[in-house]
C-alpha cells in the first residue's frame, strides 16, 4: 500500500513537471506525456506499472465525461447534433467495418470477430488531447463543439462494439439482429437513467438546505452514481454519465449558489488536472508491459501491422468527414438554410483531429488473457501493440502537426455568429443597463445612489465604446473591469439580466458562464 502511494505521488509530481514544461517546448502536455511516460518507462529500476483496465473504466472515466459534459453547451450540442451523431455512431460503426475487414486480409489467422474487435477498440478519437492540442489555436467555435460533442458520445458507441465483439470472439457466436437491438436497449437504457438520476440529485440540490462544500461532494459523486447504476442494469454507463451532465448543467445555474460554483469549479478543475494527467503518463508506462512477453519477431509485425492500421483509421476519417459535411446539404434544403457550408477546410481540420487516447488503450488491456475453455485469447499481444502504435501515431504524429495544419490552412469562422469578445462587451453593457434603469426609478437618490449610477453610467459609455471599436479600424484589447463591490441588489438586477439573456439563446453559454463567474467572485468579496 505505501508503494503504491509513493508511486501515485510520484506520477503526479511528474505530471505537474511535464505540464510546467509544456508551454516552453510548444507541445500540448497529453503528448508530453506519452512521451515522458514512455521515457520513464525506460528508465533502469523504474518498476513497471500495471493497471487494471476495470480501474480506467470506474475510476477515471466518470468524471472525465461528467466535466466534459458540464462545460459543454447544450444548445451548441443540439444545434450540430447531426453532424457529432455521424461521428459519434457513424463514422465508429464504419471505422469497426473497414478495420474488421481489413485486418482479416492483413493479418494471418485474424478472424472477423478480432478484426470488428480491434475496431471497437481504435475507432473513438479522444477529445481532451485535441482541445489541449487547440488550445491557442484559432479555430471556428463550430469545430470545437464537433469535437467535443464527438467525444462525449462515441466512447459510448465504441465501447458497445467492443463489447459485443468481445462476446462473439468468447462465444464463438454472433447474432446481428440481436446486436442491433441491444444496442438500441443499452444506449436508451443508459440515456433514461442519466436522465432520472439527473433529476433525483437536482431535487436533491434543490430541496436540502447544502452548503457549498456539500454541493461540490455532491457534484463529485453524482458521475460515479451514474456509470455504476446503470452498468448494473447493463445500461451503458457511460451515456448515463453524459446525459445526466448534460441535463445538471444546463440547470446549474438555478440550484448552485455563487459559493458552491466557485468552490465546485476549483475543487474540478484541480481533479481534472490529476486524471488528465495520469491517464496520458499510464499510456506511456504500459509499454513495457505490452511488449514483455513479445519476441522480437513477433513485435516487430506487430509494429508494422500497426502503423498499415494507423494510416487506415487516420484514411478512414477523411473519407467520412467530407460526404457527412456535405451530402446532407446537397439533399436537404432546409440544412442550406440554416447552416452555412463549412466548405473544405474545416472537414480537413476535423479529419486531422481524430487523435485515439485512453479509451482505446483500458479496451485493449481489458481483454482476457483466456478464453472460457482455458486456451488463450488469440491474437491479444498483437491486438495490445496495435493499439499503443495507433495511439502514439494519431496522438503524436497528428497531435504535433494539428496546430500547423490549422494555421497552414487559415481556418474561419462560418457561423454568422458575433465574435467572444464583442458579445462580452453586449452582455456586460446590457447587465450595466439594469442597474442603471433600477437607479432611476428611485425618487430620492442619496449621494452614494447618485455616484454609483454615475458609475454606472461611465462604465456603460465605455462599454460602447469599445464596441465601436471593435467596428472601426483599431482593434482594442483593453476594456473595463466592474471589479467593484457592488451592492447585493446591483449583483441581483444583473444576474436578471443574465437569466434573460440566457433565455434568449442569442450569446454563448461560455460567455455567459464567464459574467456569471465575475458576480460569483464579487459576491463572493462582498460576502466576506
Do not use: C
Not at 24 to 45: H, Q, T
Not at 214 to 228: G, K, N, Q, R, V
Amino acid at each position: 500500500m505505501h508503494h503504491d502511494l509513493l508511486l501515485v505521488i510520484g506520477l503526479l509530481f511528474a505530471v505537474s513537471l511535464f505540464t510546467l514544461l509544456s508551454p516552453k517546448l510548444r507541445i500540448a502536455y497529453p503528448i508530453l506525456l506519452v512521451l515522458g511516460g514512455l521515457g520513464i518507462a525506460f528508465i533502469p529500476g523504474i518498476p513497471h506499472v500495471r493497471v487494471d483496465p476495470e480501474l480506467i473504466f470506474l475510476i477515471f472515466l466518470p468524471p472525465l465525461l461528467y466535466e466534459a459534459a458540464w462545460f459543454t453547451s447544450w444548445r451548441e450540442f443540439w444545434k450540430w447534433r447531426r453532424s457529432i451523431s455521424m461521428l459519434a455512431f457513424g463514422l465508429v460503426f464504419f471505422t469497426s467495418l473497414v478495420v474488421g475487414y481489413f485486418t482479416t486480409w492483413l493479418i494471418p489467422g485474424f478472424t472477423l470477430g478480432l478484426g470488428f474487435l480491434l475496431g471497437g477498440i481504435i475507432s473513438p478519437p479522444d477529445a481532451v488531447a485535441a482541445t489541449s492540442v487547440l488550445k491557442g489555436v484559432h479555430i471556428p467555435k463550430r469545430a470545437t463543439t464537433i469535437l467535443e460533442g464527438e467525444s462525449l458520445v462515441n466512447d459510448a458507441s465504441s465501447l458497445i462494439v467492443f463489447r459485443f465483439a468481445l462476446a462473439a470472439v468468447m462465444t464463438g457466436h454472433f447474432t446481428p439482429h440481436l446486436a442491433v437491438q441491444q444496442f438500441f436497449i443499452v444506449s436508451l437504457g443508459g440515456i433514461a437513467a442519466g436522465l432520472a438520476l439527473g433529476s433525483v440529485i437536482y431535487l436533491l440540490h434543490r430541496t436540502l438546505p447544502t452548503t457549498a462544500s456539500i454541493d461540490t461532494a455532491m457534484t463529485l459523486m453524482s458521475p460515479y452514481l451514474m456509470y455504476i447504476i446503470a452498468e448494473e442494469f447493463h445500461a451503458s454507463g457511460v451515456l448515463a454519465v453524459v446525459s445526466g451532465g448534460l441535463f445538471l448543467s444546463y440547470r446549474s445555474h438555478a440550484f448552485l449558489d455563487h459559493r458552491s460554483r466557485v468552490q465546485a469549479y476549483n475543487v474540478w478543475s484541480t481533479l481534472i488536472f490529476m486524471l488528465n494527467g495520469l491517464v496520458f503518463i499510464l499510456i506511456g508506462l504500459e509499454l513495457p508491459d505490452i511488449v514483455g512477453d513479445m519476441d522480437p519477431h513477433a513485435l516487430s509485425e506487430a509494429i508494422l501491422y500497426g502503423l498499415v492500421v494507423s494510416a487506415l483509421v487516420i484514411a478512414i476519417r477523411f473519407v467520412w468527414m467530407y460526404p457527412a459535411a456535405h451530402v446532407p446539404r446537397l439533399l436537404f434544403p432546409s440544412i442550406r438554410r440554416s447552416q452555412p457550408s463549412p466548405g473544405w477546410r474545416l472537414p480537413t481540420v476535423l479529419s486531422w483531429a481524430g487523435m485515439r487516447g485512453v479509451v482505446s488503450l483500458a479496451s485493449a488491456l481489458s481483454i482476457p488473457n483466456e478464453l472460457p475453455n482455458g486456451d488463450p485469447f488469440p491474437h491479444r499481444p498483437t491486438i495490445l501493440v496495435i493499439t499503443f502504435v495507433v495511439i502514439l501515431v494519431t496522438l503524436v504524429g497528428q497531435g504535433l502537426t494539428l496546430p500547423w495544419v490549422v494555421r497552414k490552412l487559415k481556418v474561419q469562422e462560418v457561423d454568422p455568429r458575433k465574435p467572444e469578445e464583442e458579445q462580452e462587451l453586449l452582455l456586460r453593457g446590457r447587465m450595466v443597463r439594469a442597474v442603471i434603469d433600477h437607479l432611476e426609478t428611485i425618487p430620492e437618490k442619496t449621494p452614494q445612489i447618485e455616484r454609483t449610477q454615475q458609475h454606472f453610467l461611465h462604465l456603460e459609455q465605455n462599454y460602447l465604446r469599445s464596441i465601436e471599436s471593435l467596428h472601426g479600424t483599431e482593434h482594442t484589447e483593453q476594456r473595463d473591469d466592474t471589479n467593484r463591490a457592488y451592492a447585493r441588489l446591483l449583483i441581483s438586477l444583473q444576474r436578471s439580466a443574465l437569466e434573460s439573456a440566457r433565455k434568449e439563446h442569442t450569446f454563448d453559454l461560455e460567455v455567459i458562464r464567464k459574467m456569471e463567474s465575475n458576480l460569483d467572485l464579487e459576491e463572493t468579496r462582498l460576502n466576506s
